[in-house]
């Protein structure tokens, strides 16, 4: 199957920094990427949808300013947390979809970044 | 809209145990149906799929079957292994587009 990575796979940082996250799609064109959010034991949560070249779809409740996302080209789209703060400390996934011409274009989601801040 | 349902865990068997997951659906359309598991502190991996309905998906000895009548994709295995040991999300894909929706999850531990 198609190859997403992400990097880096955990970063520790102190509060009022930013941190960038990137995510590459390594064998396929990403139209689309897509960043979660999961707190422990639960669910994703989808932040944003992204497509190449245009701005990021923000979910209700997600601070576009404080989560900005790039998806400059077909391979990598980067999450930067801005002005981090402990509450934003979690682990985020990217995931990223290609277009098949089918009715549903399949995610394939990277290994994870665990972001902590102190 | 659409959601997800998933039976709540957490789940505990025994080795060799018979493991079912229930995962109930409801959307518009025809949409795709997946289960991905994860691991600690890793990222999600696709289990298996089902893209239209009666079709089972199957994958290192899990399956399940889409039933559209019931609006069910529940997740089976007929003898699990400490291996198996991980967190289960049933989820949804749009008739068309990428956009998936989740269960909440649902974690299974296996106990030798």
């Known amino acids: 199957g198609a190859v997403v990575s992400q990097h880096p796979s955990w970063v520790i940082c102190k509060s009022g920094t930013s941190v960038k996250i990137e995510c590459r799609s390594l064998?396929?064109?990403?139209?689309?990427m897509f960043w979660y959010r999961q707190f422990p034991k639960q669910s994703l949560m989808l932040m944003a949808t992204?497509?190449?070249?245009?701005?990021?779809?923000?979910e209700q409740g997600v601070e576009k300013d404080k989560f900005l996302i790039n998806h400059a080209s077909l391979t990598l789209s980067t999450l930067t947390v801005t002005s981090a703060h402990p509450e934003d400390s979690s682990f985020y996934i990217c995931?990223?979809?290609?277009?098949?011409?089918?009715?549903?274009?399949?995610?394939?989601f990277g290994p994870g970044t665990r972001l902590t801040v102190l | 809209g659409n959601s997800v349902t998933q039976m709540e865990g957490p789940v505990t068997l025994s080795e060799e145990a018979f493991l079912t997951i229930n995962c109930t659906y409801t959307?518009?359309?025809?949409?795709?149906l997946f289960w991905y598991v994860q691991y600690p502190g890793e990222g999600l991996q696709l289990l298996l799929k089902?893209?239209?309905?009666?079709d089972k998906g199957s994958n290192k000895g899990f399956e399940a079957t889409y039933r559209k009548e019931t609006t069910s994709f529940h997740l089976e295995k007929g003898s699990v292994q400490v291996s198996d040991s991980a967190v289960y999300f049933c989820?949804?894909?749009?008739?068309?587009?990428?956009?998936?929706?989740f269960g909440e999850g649902t974690q299974l531990t296996v106990n030798p």
């Open positions: 064998d396929f064109q990403a139209t689309t």
């Open positions: 992204s497509n190449e070249g245009s701005k990021a779809t923000y």
């Open positions: 959307a518009t359309g025809y949409p795709s």
């Open positions: 989820a949804l894909g749009e008739t068309s587009g990428s956009r998936l929706t």
């Open positions: 995931s990223a979809s290609g277009s098949s011409g089918g009715t549903y274009n399949e995610q394939f």
């Open positions: 089902a893209t239209k309905a009666d």
